[in-house]
């Protein structure tokens, strides 16, 4: 069945750095955009950053800087680099696929729109203190 599962979260001081991974299984990434989000406590779930098929990146302004969003379609895992947190990061991060046909021509603005995300991960929590 079609999986994803994120790794890396935890608990960092502001300044430092985390890497999330996020592994897919019962399906390969490479033809479909795929995106990272997040949802602090008490908030509505945010988007973070997305990547296409072709490689290309979009980051919401917050992060834009500061995290890098990669994969490898080898691995068929998806990561995202966070250096320099701050406390404002904190959330539970969660990796998300859109697989519908053509979704990289949606892909740089789909950030704004969790709803065209058909899979999810479960999460992994970050925290910043």
């Known amino acids: 069945h079609v999986q994803l599962v994120e790794s890396g979260g935890g608990s960092v001081q502001a300044g430092g750095s985390l890497r999330l991974s996020c592994a897919a299984s019962?399906?390969?990434?490479?033809?479909?955009?795929m995106a990272w989000f997040r949802q602090a406590q008490g908030k509505e779930r945010e988007g973070v950053a997305s990547?296409?098929?072709?490689?290309?990146?979009t980051y919401v302004d917050s992060v834009k800087g500061r995290f890098n969003l990669s994969k490898d379609d080898a691995k068929n895992t998806l990561y995202l680099q966070m250096n320099s947190l701050k406390p404002e990061d904190t959330a539970m991060y969660y990796c998300?696929?859109?697989?519908?046909?053509?979704?990289?021509?949606?892909?740089?603005?789909?950030?704004?729109?969790?709803?065209?995300?058909?899979?999810w991960g479960q999460g992994t929590q970050v925290t910043v203190s």
């Open positions: 998300a696929a859109d697989l519908t046909p053509g979704s990289r021509y949606r892909c740089p603005g789909a950030v704004n729109t969790p709803t065209v995300f058909g899979i």
């Open positions: 019962g399906f390969i990434i490479r033809p479909y955009c």
């Open positions: 990547i296409d098929s072709g490689g290309r990146t």
